[in-house]
């Protein structure tokens, strides 16, 4: 296949890191990827719920160094480009070529059939014609895109086990915060006459309908839709009027928080609240807020650090 882009990276001192990106600028380079190590361990840290583990390599990559990466295209337009780029800039650099394919592929390698819970089977969908599955599994299959949702975490294999012990078949079901919308389509795949899913990211709705076809469920089952499930009143005005058997939410603390208060009017009578993405030790206080708005917890689940509530009016 051909190589469409050539990744340039120049390994900066901290100190020079805004002398020479503003030389760059200066230069025509019209966008700069600047990696710091402090800044790159603020994100890890921030965005600490998607990660089960962190390579060491790249870790040891990051030590001491920012790093500054540019991109031109392949070819000897590209080549020209670049030497314009770096008039003045009198650093090493490294080039890697990269394939529209490593862009968008290179995290399918990490991605394998999964059992979660007695049942279900999470399948990447480019595995579709060569896993054999045991008798009596529900096959779910997944293309996760770039949204959060293939399944491997912790939390969201606690809502999958949880949909498979509490889910009613043929009741409806809600997700909020859907990501790639793999517990509203697993819900389907188990039983669900029709789900919703609501993420606050629009790439989610897309994907979340992609996975819904690839099981095979149509537009009349399910319904994707972008909105903040905190905010937006509106929104939660019009799931309010649906009435699920089960609410899922897969989110964090803070956004289940304050949204137990509206949780009892998206529940059908005798429905299931299952509240999951929570760090343990911040359960007590996922528990005080439900209990606050009415709703006991029935059930705790616990993985790896994290848990799952769930709960029912009453
Ligand atoms: N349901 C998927 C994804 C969970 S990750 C799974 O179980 O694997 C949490 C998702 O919640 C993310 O996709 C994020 O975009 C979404 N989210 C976070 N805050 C939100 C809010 N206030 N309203 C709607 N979605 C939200």
């Known amino acids: 296949m051909d190589s469409v882009w050539l990744e340039v990276s120049l390994n900066v001192k901290a100190e020079e890191l805004d002398q ?3 030389q760059l600028i200066a230069n025509g380079v019209p966008g700069l990827v600047v990696e710091e190590e402090e800044e790159f361990r603020a994100f890890l840290e921030e965005n600490r719920q998607y990660w089960d583990y962190v390579d060491d390599e790249l870790l040891e990559r990051m030590k001491g ?16 480009q670049l030497a314009g780029y770096l008039q ?49 599994a529900v096959r779910l299959l997944m293309n996760p895109g770039l949204t959060f949702g293939t399944g491997s975490h912790a939390s969201t294999q606690l809502c999958l086990e949880g949909i498979q012990e509490v889910l009613r078949p043929g009741e ?17 795949c188990l039983g669900a006459s029709h789900a919703t899913g609501v993420d606050i990211d629009p790439k989610a709705v897309d994907v979340a309908y992609e996975n819904a076809a690839l099981n ?35 989110i964090v603390a803070d956004v289940i928080i304050p949204l137990a208060p509206v949780v009892p009017r998206l529940l059908a009578e005798e429905g299931t609240f299952l509240c999951s993405g929570i760090i ?24 790896n650090g994290w848990v799952a509530l769930e709960a029912k009016v009453g």
């Open 172 to 188: 409806r079901m809600l997700d909020l915060g859907c990501g790639s919308g793999i517990l509203a389509v697993a819900a389907l």
């Open 65 to 80: 160094v920012s790093r500054i990466k540019l991109y031109v295209t392949d070819d000897a337009d590209g080549k020209q």
């Open 20 to 22: 020479v990106s503003a």
């Open 88 to 136: 003045g800039v009198n650093l090493p650099y490294t080039t890697v070529p990269l394939r529209e394919y490593d862009w968008a592929h290179s995290w399918q390698k990490y991605y394998r059939p999964l059992a979660v819970g007695a049942r279900l089977w999470i399948v990447p969908e480019w595995e579709r014609d060569t896993v054999q599955l045991p008798e009596g």
């Open 280 to 303: 343990d030790t911040r359960a007590d206080e996922v528990a005080a807020a439900l209990k606050e708005a009415g709703l006991q917890v029935t059930r705790r689940r616990e993985k």
């Open 216 to 250: 095979g469920i149509g537009r009349d089952q399910c319904r994707f839709l972008a909105g903040n499930v905190i905010s937006d009143r509106s929104l939660v005005e019009e799931l309010a009027q649906e009435k699920a058997g089960l609410v899922l939410a897969n």
